[in-house]
T-cell receptor
């Protein structure tokens, strides 16, 4: 059964710092991996989608990498801003189960 | 991009009543819709998967008689929480995917509070 973990569980950084969020999954047979942002009480916002054949995706200050063989993905946030404060979830689209398996999330606080 | 809406965005109901939550894909045909539930400080958990015109597939531990899911058309799925209890208070999120993309598009969520 696919399991997804995220490290760290929480992170607090001063504004302007570059940071990395980590996601690990146990079964490398995935269709794709997505990174989401969740603001308190709100639905998920999809940030980046990486297909299993891709190694990275970039959008603005965000860069996500995927190493399927080692079961890892990282989300790199450059020049962090207070508006980046949120919970970041990664999820793998399980090729067997036809649905997403989510990680527990990383709570990010960017201090002004 | 693809848009998924949910209605209502929040609802408060009394214990023992039933509540219906709608999930609509606004600009694409959703062959598959997913319903998730998120308790405070916990990750999003899949409740059930529904394909248009067929019965929903429920995850282990989810009571299908309590959480009724109907996916009658390619743009609408409904989740009915029957005989709601305070422990059903949660954030319910739906997502939809088309046959072509497999990417899931998420609704904004519905906050249910049962008093």
């Amino acid at each position: 059964k696919q399991e997804v973990t995220q490290i760290p569980a929480a992170l607090s950084v001063p504004e302007g710092e570059n940071l990395v969020l980590n996601c690990s999954f146990t079964d490398s047979a995935i269709y794709n991996l997505q990174w989401f942002r969740q603001d308190p009480g709100k639905g998920l916002t999809s940030l980046l989608l990486i297909q299993s054949s891709q190694r990275e995706q970039t959008s603005g200050r965000l860069n996500a990498s995927l190493d399927k063989s080692s079961g890892r993905s990282t989300l790199y946030i450059a020049a962090s801003q207070p508006g980046d404060s949120a919970t970041y979830l990664c999820a793998v689209f399980d090729n067997y189960g036809q649905n997403f398996v989510f990680g527990p999330g990383t709570r990010l606080s960017v201090l002004p | 991009g693809a848009v998924v809406s949910q209605h209502p965005s929040w609802v408060i109901c009394k214990s023992g009543t039933s509540v219906k939550i709608e999930c609509r894909s606004l600009d694409f045909q959703a062959t598959t819709m997913f319903w998730y539930r998120q308790f405070p400080k916990q990750s999003l958990m899949l409740m059930a998967t529904s394909n248009e015109g067929s019965k929903a597939t429920y995850e282990q531990g989810v009571e299908k008689d309590k959480f009724l899911i109907n996916h009658a058309s390619l743009t609408l799925s409904t989740l009915t929480v029957t005989s709601a209890h305070p422990e059903d208070s949660s954030f319910y999120i739906c997502s939809a995917s088309s046959l072509a993309g497999r990417e899931q598009y998420f609704g904004p969520g519905t906050r249910l509070t049962v008093t």
